[in-house]
């Protein structure tokens, strides 16, 4: 009687575990195959399009289309290093280029401070 309740139990996890949202650990693939630069230091202080003030010490992005507010998971395609920014601007208006990132989040992902541009994907959390 106590290995079937058992078996009954660990089926019954099973089954709500699987049921569970995966939201918060991934979402949904954006652009797998994005360029992604940062914003000059002469931008902190600025307003930006949502209306508030740009800091390059905040993970913050910019970008044409998504919505101000939605967080992302930028990974750098070169050495899987990610991380989560809010959009809360618009732009890049650079040709070649879909993303801007604060400074803080672009070093965080990029190889070498050197880098200016990052190969990335951008998944939308939420």
Same mark, same amino acid.
């Given at each position: 009687?106590?290995?079937?309740?058992?078996?009954?139990?660990?089926?019954?996890?099973?089954?709500?575990?699987?049921?569970?949202?995966?939201?918060?650990?991934?979402?949904?693939?954006?652009?797998?195959?994005?360029?992604?630069?940062?914003?000059?230091?002469?931008?902190?202080?600025? *307003?930006? =399009?949502?209306? &508030? %003030?740009?800091?390059?010490?905040?993970?913050? /992005?910019?970008?044409?289309? !998504?919505?101000?507010?939605?967080?992302?998971?930028?990974?750098?395609?070169?050495?899987?290093?990610?991380?989560?920014?809010?959009?809360?601007?618009?732009?890049?208006?650079?040709?070649?280029?879909?993303?801007?990132?604060? *400074?803080? =989040?672009?070093? &965080? %992902?990029?190889?070498?401070?050197?880098?200016? /541009?990052?190969?990335?994907? !951008?998944?939308?959390?939420?």
């Amino acid at each position: 009687m106590k290995t079937k309740l058992f078996v009954i139990l660990i089926i019954f996890a099973g089954i709500l575990s699987s049921c569970s949202s995966g939201k918060s650990a991934s979402g949904k693939m954006y652009d797998r195959s994005a360029h992604a630069s940062y914003y000059a230091t002469k931008f902190n202080g600025r *307003k930006t =399009a949502s209306g &508030e %003030i740009f800091s390059n010490s905040r993970y913050t /992005a910019a970008h044409r289309k !998504i919505p101000f507010g939605t967080k992302l998971r930028i990974t750098n395609l070169a050495n899987k290093k990610s991380v989560v920014v809010e959009v809360n601007d618009r732009g890049p208006f650079s040709r070649g280029r879909d993303i801007d990132l604060s *400074k803080k =989040a672009f070093m &965080e %992902i990029a190889d070498t401070k050197n880098d200016g /541009a990052l190969k990335v994907s !951008i998944e939308v959390l939420k």
